[in-house]
């Protein structure tokens, strides 16, 4: 049986310092046929002359596309995602490298899934293993409600079925965490799944929003109390309330994700609370793993709280402008 084509997207931007690096990994993948999309953000650097030479090695594997003008990471990402062919889709940071084997076991192990992704270790310049981004086992297919509140894939870390485009499609205009968003639409159409394999070393620079705004909570006591102090932040609760609101125009399967929407696309405290309650309600399934006591009760309850408190405004940045920058081909 012929193997079906994987799209890798990678968006670049002033790459150059790591690009070759990266470009190999890909080039190196186990499983074929794969093609490359790179969709370049007006780099000003060697970006460019570096994709074209690796263009000219392997003709016919790299595709890129140029915007006509600044879009952004998320999207940068969104956009470039609707240019891909192949019957699944996977996503690539500028600057990591990959395992060899990583199309090949996210293939083998995809099954019906509507997107599936993995674990990733964390390494820089002074540190080649600085431990993993998953630090826990989150099972093999995570909760609908725990992707709506909880989303914890990584771009660099996701592979799933172009069958989800025209819905991405709907929200390309958005500044929204092109990850999340993804992550949360699969969810919407069908299962996800995780594999607890490393696949991916993911690069981190000093002061990385990306990861440390997500691992704030190291004093588990404290992090409860920082989430309730998020409820007074009416930036945080504003943005969260926006993006909620996005989803509304979504037909998710699962009816308890219908019902913390609508709560959180509310964003009063009542309402917030409401989610709370609907979260405890699924905590065995949320946390298959805990034990079922006092303390699963509590950390379901503050499941959307930590999400006001941690994705906030990391996972939606409001835009007073809708771009549409249409890629040109080279």
Known sequence: MTNKTVSIVMCTYNGERYLKEQLMSLLNQTYSPIEIIIQDDLSTDNTLE?????????????????NSRRLGYNQNFLSAYQKANGYYIASADQDDIWETNKIEILIREIGDSTLIFHNSVLFNQKNPNMGLLHKKDWGEHPHPL????????????????????P???????????????????CSSMGDVKYINQVLVHWRRHENAS??????????????????????????????????????????????PDRQVIACMKAGTLYEIIRAGLICVHYRNELFPQKNKG???????????LFFIRDYGLGIIRPSKVRLNAPGKMQ
């Open 294 to 304: 006092v303390l699963c009760i509590l950390k379901s309850f503050f499941l959307p």
């Open 167 to 185: 819905l991405i499609h709907q929200f390309e205009t958005y500044n929204v965490s092109y990850d999340s968003l993804v992550y949360t639409l």
């Open 50 to 66: 570096i994709i074209h030479d690796y263009q000219e090695r392997y003709p016919g594997i790299i595709h890129l596309f140029q």
């Open 146 to 165: 725990s992707v709506l509140v909880n989303p914890k894939a990584y771009g660099h870390q996701i592979l799933f079925r172009r069958e989800v485009l």
């Open 210 to 255: 990306t990861f440390t705004s997500r691992q704030a909570n190291k004093n588990k006591l404290y992090g409860y109390y920082t989430a309730l102090c998020a409820l007074h932040d009416h930036t945080k609760r504003q943005i969260s309330r926006e993006y909620f609101r996005l989803y509304q125009r979504i037909q998710f399967k699962f009816e």
